[in-house]
């Protein structure tokens, strides 16, 4: 397996080593083994960062410039495109993509959702006439502008992290924000390299900076301390989140919060193709790391036995297709981290404790190498109350919940902390339909329908999380709204 390029940091316009040139150990999750190093901030690179961007933010005309801004953005994203190999090997070496997840979340859809975000640039009010009003004496000429927030202070996790670096990094620049990004301590490389483009595309010292570290929570916990950084965009748990918005609130921060989510999958008794869309349901795509994958599968009390025959027979079906670095057709490596694998077997080892019974994987696969192997793993004859029901365990395991009717598929949907995504199928768009408005999520899939797109906005309800990303949406939660009234003599 390749060892990658350092990770350095990028802070005020240079790409250089931390403090006293201390680095850490870039752990890969198909071996277990060394596969890089990155550059370990100390709080005085930090420190540096803030500075740097706070600098930018307030003596530049970065915010004010939007065709100046939009070209360089536009810069980073042809030199984005033009390293497609290396971000490939990022996500593959460091995040434990399998090669055919590559093409899809791991790169594909973050250009595309990066393109989008160019194309909806136009789109962005900058302004908005309110027009003339006001009691005589006071009649004055109303406008409302919309001005870039400040310094971001963007963190992000290590499942998907080009495309979750994209969605905060790109929009917040367009929104003329400056831009400190703290990746993940598992994913450094996919953070540094946005340094990279940046100095390569000629972008104003300050603009965007990048630190990697260790630690997974000082650099992040400096930033939302500070009161020269204005805005937290995080992605990730739930629970770094909730302390971020508890910290935050010190110095009122803005805090936008991406975070976790059980969502459900809904097959209704009508769906076509019963068999096909039960079978589709198996958690596998990059071992269920997602935010928003459909970890919950809700099937008709009537249909259950045969959904559960049926989701047996798919996981013997799809065997040991999975797991090999250079295999084209996998789709499922590794989990991230041997933290990680521990956590999602204590789910599986809680599952079986609770009464559910397994119908297929439940064992690590060290014979598969030695990295973090998990087998494809659902649980049947689960009850919404389990506790593999209610939290996120953010790894391969699917667990398969019966309903009585749509009423009782939509409570049990929404008798849940979090509310990021889900799906609803049925014969009937209607039916389909209405079910889907009942369900408390930021987003939910009728008959199959593809939801994540950088056009979109993309979010959560309850502890999902606060705030949209992507889409006009996503670029304008970088803006403050300011009113100017002029007063009108005449
Ligand atoms: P995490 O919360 O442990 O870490 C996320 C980021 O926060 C990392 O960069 C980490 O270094 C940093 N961090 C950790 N402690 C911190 C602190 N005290 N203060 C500030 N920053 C801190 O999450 P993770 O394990 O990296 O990622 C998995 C989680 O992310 C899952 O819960 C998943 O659902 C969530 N996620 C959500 C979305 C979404 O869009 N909703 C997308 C991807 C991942």
């Known amino acids: 397996m390749s060892i990658l390029p350092d990770a350095k940091l990028y802070i005020d316009g240079a790409i250089r080593d931390a403090e006293g040139g201390k680095t850490f150990d870039i ?40 065709q100046k801004r939009f070209e360089l953005v536009s810069k980073m994203f042809e030199l984005l495109v033009a390293d497609r190999e290396r971000i490939s090997t990022l996500a593959r070496v460091e995040a434990g993509a399998a090669i055919g997840a590559v093409s899809r979340a791991h790169v594909d859809m973050a250009v595309a959702c990066y393109k989008d975000l160019l194309d909806l640039f136009p789109q962005v009010k900058w302004e908005k006439d309110y027009g003339i009003k006001g009691p005589e ?15 971001v202070a963007a ?22 924000c400056t831009v ?63 302390r971020i918005m508890e910290q935050g609130a010190k110095t009122l921060k803005r805090v936008f919060l991406e975070l ?47 959904a559960k025959a049926i989701l047996s027979a798919a996981y013997a079906g799809f065997g040991d297709n999975w797991g090999e670095f250079d295999n084209p057709g996998h789709m499922m490596g590794p989990v991230i981290s041997k933290r990680q694998q521990d956590r999602v077997k204590s789910y599986i080892d809680l599952g079986i404790e609770e009464g559910a019974t397994l119908l297929a994987g439940g064992k690590l696969r060290p014979d598969k190498g030695g990295g973090f192997f998990i087998e494809p793993t659902a649980f049947g004859d689960v009850t919404n109350d389990m506790r593999i029901a209610r939290e996120e365990i953010f790894g391969p395991v699917l667990v398969v919940i019966p309903f ?25 768009e209607e039916r389909a339909l209405n079910v889907a408005k009942k369900v408390r999520s930021g987003s939910i899939s009728v008959n199959g329908g593809m939801c994540i797109a950088g056009d979109l906005p993309f979010g959560g309800y309850k502890a999902s ?6 889409g006009v949406e996503g670029i304008e939660e970088f803006l403050e709204s300011k009113v100017i009234a002029i007063r009108v003599t005449a």
């Open 27 to 66: 752990i890969g999750p198909w071996t277990g083994d060394v596969v890089g190093k990155a550059a370990d901030a100390s709080p005085a690179d930090v420190d540096a960062a803030i500075v740097a961007a706070r600098t930018a933010f307030d003596t530049t005309d970065w915010a004010d410039n939007h």
């Open 180 to 242: 400190i990004l703290k990746p993940a301590p598992n994913t450094p490389g996919m953070g540094s390299i946005f340094g990279e483009w940046a100095e390569k595309a000629g972008f104003p010292k300050g603009v965007l900076n990048v630190i990697t570290g260790e630690d997974p929570a000082m650099a992040g916990e400096t930033m939302v301390n500070d009161p020269r950084v204005d805005l937290i965009s995080f992605t990730g748990s739930s629970a770094v989140g909730r």
């Open 465 to 470: 999380g606060i705030g949209r990303e992507w």
């Open 137 to 151: 004496g006071y009649k004055s000429d109303r406008k409302v502008v919309y001005e870039a927030i400040g310094v």
């Open 260 to 306: 976790g989510g059980k969502s459900a999958k809904i097959v209704l008794d009508d769906a076509p193709n019963f068999q096909q869309e039960i079978a589709q349901s198996m958690l596998v795509f990059h071992a269920g790391q997602g935010c928003a994958v459909q970890s919950r599968l809700l099937v008709p009390r009537s249909r259950y036995e045969e």
């Open 404 to 428: 009585e009717d749509d009423a009782d598929a939509i409570r049990i949907a929404n008798d849940s902390d979090y509310g990021l995504s889900g799906g609803v199928v049925s014969a009937s």
């Open 155 to 176: 963190i992000t996790p290590w499942n998907v992290p080009l495309y979750v670096n994209v969605g905060k990094v790109v929009s917040a620049l367009l929104a003329g």
